[in-house]
Structure formats: C-alpha cells, structure tokens
C-alpha cells in the first residue's frame, strides 16, 4: 500500500515547473496526465480517477465524455478552477467533499464536511437490513436511524421500504438540514429527520421494527492513526466516542431493548475487532440470533440481534 510522502510543499514544484499559468496550452488528456503523475508521486491512491472526477466536475462532463474530448485545450477559466480543486485534494481532501457529491446503493448524496462520507462497508447494513424487513412483512414497518449524518441509510432504506416510515435522528443541527435535503432530493416522503442526541434523549414515537445505526465506533486511542483523509476532514463526532469506541453500542443496545417491538432488529456497524464486546453485551441484554457478517474485507462489520419478544429473556 502506498504512503503519503511527506512532503512539505507540494505546490511548490507546482508553481516552478508545472501546471503554470495561462499562456501554456494544457490539453483534457496532457492535464489528466500531468495531474496523475504528480497525485501518484507523493503517494496518493487511485490519482487518474480521482484526477478525471476532479476535471470532469470543472467542464460539467462525465469522465465517458473527457475520454472523447482529450484534445480538448482548456480555457484559462477552466483551468484556474480545476487547479483550485487539485489543491484541495493536495491537501488530502476527500474527492467526495469537493465534489459536494457521493454515492451510496446509487443513490447521488449530498455531502460535505459536517457528515461523513458514506462508506461502501454501510451498504452491507443496509442490504441486510432491508432483507430483514423484506422478511418481516409487516404492514408500515417503523424504523429508527440513529446518527443519520448525510441520511445515507434513510434514503436507502427509504426507497426499498416504500411502506414503511422511517425516523432519522442527529444531534448536528447541520448534518441534519443537509440530511433533509438529501431526503428531498430523492422523494421521500416516508422518511423524516428530527434532532436528538441519543446519548443523553430517548428517540419520539412507541416502538419501532428496525433500529438501525453506524455510530462513531473509532475508540479514542486509534484516532490518530486513521488515514489524513478521514482525520483531518471528517467530522470527529461522527468517528470516534472519544473513549474505547462501545459507548454507542451499549447505549444503543440498551435503547433497543426497551424499543424494539417483539421479534424486531437491532443492526449495528461496528469496527475492528468490536463483534466479540458488541456480542456479549448483546447476549447480556436477552437479545436472540446475534448474527456477525462480514464487510468485503472479510472483517466483521454488521452486528444484528432480535429482540426478545415481550415477558422473554432477561428484564
Ligand atoms: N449514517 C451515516 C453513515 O452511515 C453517518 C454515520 C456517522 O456519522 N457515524 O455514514
């Protein structure tokens, strides 16, 4: 795997022998190039596609259409703004959060530097979670989605559970207005998102069929090794409990024992080495079918557990 490469000025080479300024005729596929290279040299990962969303955002075309204008030169204008943005992910700015946009199950979200950046892993809760439900087939399934960030898993879910009603919380008043704006973006009227800090309020409503969460499950002391991108950008409350990473999955399960109707789910990501502690507090709060899957990297990353039905298992 590739490392940053330390260096402190990146944009100083830049200046003396690169991308200078407008009199030098920069073609799309000479700027794709040149920009790949210098991304590859100081250790960043998958530079020409991160170089092609970058300059493809600029010129408002997809990067099907940059592959068919590579002679294309690009104005002065053009390339001012595309070097705005490469300095940016110099920095180590996610693509995504200069983008303003990410992908999640398809749908386009959204997003920037108050909510996490939807991860692929998330896809997996979501994908079991909705098969659940699927199963379930209950009438106007009710659903919680506990630290909602960019609403990622509320649209989701949202939009493969037309007939269920679905509550999104946050405790970031701004996470939560871009989260109904991504809500809008999709139509969904089923979903609706409310402010509520969990670790200190109950949710509204009775009881619910789902709950679901992706909370920051970073343990405090582990922090400071997450890659730039994540570190220096993402919102920190949405990473880490700033303690030993399990201080939302008891407070959740905890929640969800008294929450979940009989023979409903809890859906839990959880982080490395997590699903023996997330286990054991589930089976010691009477949960049943305490079932760990597997993220693409073959470390555990979705916790689901079943709900006692009522007068069963522990009080
Ligand atoms: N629900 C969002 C996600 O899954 C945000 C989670 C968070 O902020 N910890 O990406």
Not at 52 to 73: A, C, I, K, N
Not at 220 to 243: G, H, I
Not at 286 to 302: L, N
Request: one cysteine or more; charged letters at 25%; glycine letters at 8%.
């Amino acid at each position: 795997m590739a490392t940053t490469s330390g260096d402190s000025g990146p944009m100083r080479e830049e200046r003396s022998g690169g991308i200078r300024g407008s009199t030098e005729t920069w073609t799309v596929l000479r700027l794709i190039e040149w920009s790949s290279r210098y991304l590859a040299e100081r250790g960043f990962e998958e530079c020409r596609l991160h170089v092609e969303y970058l300059l493809g955002h600029v010129l408002g075309l997809s990067r099907l259409d940059l592959y068919l204008q590579f002679d294309r030169p690009l104005k002065p204008h053009e390339l001012e703004s595309f070097k705005e943005f490469f300095r940016r992910r110099l920095t180590h700015e996610p693509l995504q959060y200069i983008l303003g946009e990410a992908t999640f199950m398809g749908f386009t979200l959204e997003v920037d530097r108050t909510v996490l950046i939807p991860r692929p892993e998330t896809e997996i809760l979501v994908e079991l979670a909705v098969a659940f439900a699927r199963e379930l087939r209950r009438p106007r399934l009710a659903i919680l989605d506990i630290g909602t960030g960019s609403g990622n898993i509320a649209v989701a879910m949202g939009h493969f559970l037309p007939e269920s009603l679905i509550l999104s919380v946050d405790k970031d008043p701004e996470a939560l207005s871009l989260a109904r704006r991504n809500i809008g973006r999709h139509a969904l009227r089923n979903v609706t998102a409310e402010k509520v800090d969990i670790l200190v309020a109950d949710p509204p409503g009775n009881t619910y069929d789902l709950i679901i969460s992706n909370p920051p499950y970073i343990a405090a002391r582990d922090f400071a090794d997450l890659q730039p991108e994540v570190r220096l950008f993402e919102p920190r409350a949405a990473l880490t409990d700033e303690d030993d990473g399990l201080t939302f999955m008891r407070r959740l399960i905890l929640l969800a024992r008294t929450r979940l109707s009989g023979g409903g789910r809890l859906f839990l990501e959880i982080g490395f080495g997590q699903a023996g502690a997330v286990g054991k507090l589930l089976a010691a709060a009477g949960f049943d079918e305490i079932t760990i899957s597997d993220d693409y990297s073959h470390i555990p990353r979705v916790v689901q557990a079943q709900a006692p039905e009522p007068g069963k298992g522990t009080s």
